[in-house]
């Protein structure tokens, strides 16, 4: 929810990982199958909010939520509800412009939010709610793309964050799974303040990196818990 890449693979291919950087203390239930109003839904749980910060149909629809949007915003006493069960909300409308429309966004916190639907052709939306406004914007899907949390990385951070994935982009030879995910591991390493994996005295650190493989075939969804290296994946 505080470091997401996209990579595209092909025209019907693409893979989408994030690591969570959060309170060690506030756990996470490994991905699994969920049914919401009919429909299966793919996702870790936070065990507070009972909301995810990545989410998969498995089929043809991917989302995932980073906290904060364009600046570091003065949080309010009162929120209605968590910004993690904005994905599960999402499954409840016919699609992304019925969501855009009609969801009642008034009352929950900055986000940013991207959604990846791999149709009849990959379509990238990011949809930024800043607390009196929503903002949409389509974007390339045949372009990486990397977001950075703005409630815990300055522009200054988020700026320095992208030239380390733009560098290693640039030089990578084999764009997978696994040296996508050594990226999310290794990313300014030994920065351990805005580092990709990050520490900050271990009050906050990377404590998950979740990535979701889609295709023409549908998703699977694989899940690492930096606790104990667990390796998790769903499809």
Partial sequence: MCTLSYIPISDQDFILTTNRDEDPNRVAF???KYLHDGIELFYPKDSKAKGSWIISNCIDTCLCLLNGAFDKHQRQPYYRQS??????DFFKFSGLNDFIENYQFEGIEAFTMIVVENKSAI?????????????????????AHFWSST????????????????????????LNQDTIIRFHKTGGSGNMEYGLFMNRRNLVRTVSITQIIGSEQGHVLKYLNLSDEEVCKTR
């Fill in 123 to 143: 379509q990238i939306t990011e949809l930024i709610w800043d607390e009196k406004k929503l903002h949409v914007r389509e974007l390339l899907s045949n372009e």
């Fill in 151 to 174: 409630t815990l990385y300055t522009k200054e951070m988020k700026l320095e964050r992208e030239q380390w994935f733009r560098h290693w982009l640039n030089n990578e030879t084999q």
């Fill in 83 to 88: 910004r993690g069960l904005i994905l599960l």
């Fill in 30 to 32: 490994s991905p699994q």
